[in-house]
Nanobody, 122 residues
Framework: QVLLVESGGGLVQAGDSLRLSCAAS????????MAWFRQAPGKEREFVAR????????SYPDSVKGRFTISRDNAKNTVHLQINSLKPEDTAVYYC???????????????WGQGTPVTVSS
């Protein structure tokens, strides 16, 4: 089992950048595929980034490709999400997730953090 804690969210202006972090405790993150999801008010939780066990392979939906970058440091048991050129539509709670398979659905991930809110003002 792994415990995930996100940080780095906040209130920013459109065009700014943010770096979200996910710190893991318990089992090492190198055992898991790691991902970030987000959930805006009144909307379903959506996939925004995924990284494989070694960090060699990443995946993003077209909606964020080119602006979002996921990375991991297995030695430090952390995962990061760099978000550039923030837009008001990026406003959401961002969640870190861990799983055992390369999936993009909520059901593909077994462990979740509590989320960190990001608000982008225009």
């Amino acid at each position: 089992q792994v415990l995930l804690v996100e940080s780095g969210g906040g209130l920013v202006q459109a065009g700014d950048s943010l770096r979200l972090s996910c710190a893991a405790s318990g089992r090492t993150v190198s055992s898991y595929v790691m991902a970030w999801f987000r959930q805006a008010p009144g909307k379903e939780r959506e996939f925004v980034a995924r990284i494989d066990w070694s960090g060699a392979s990443t995946s993003y939906p077209d909606s964020v490709k080119g602006r979002f970058t996921i990375s991991r440091d297995n030695a430090k048991n952390t995962v990061h999400l760099q978000i550039n050129s923030l837009k008001p539509e990026d406003t959401a709670v961002y969640y870190c997730a861990a799983g055992w398979a390369l999936g993009v659905g909520v059901r593909d991930y077994n462990y979740w953090g509590q989320g960190t809110p990001v608000t982008v003002s225009s």
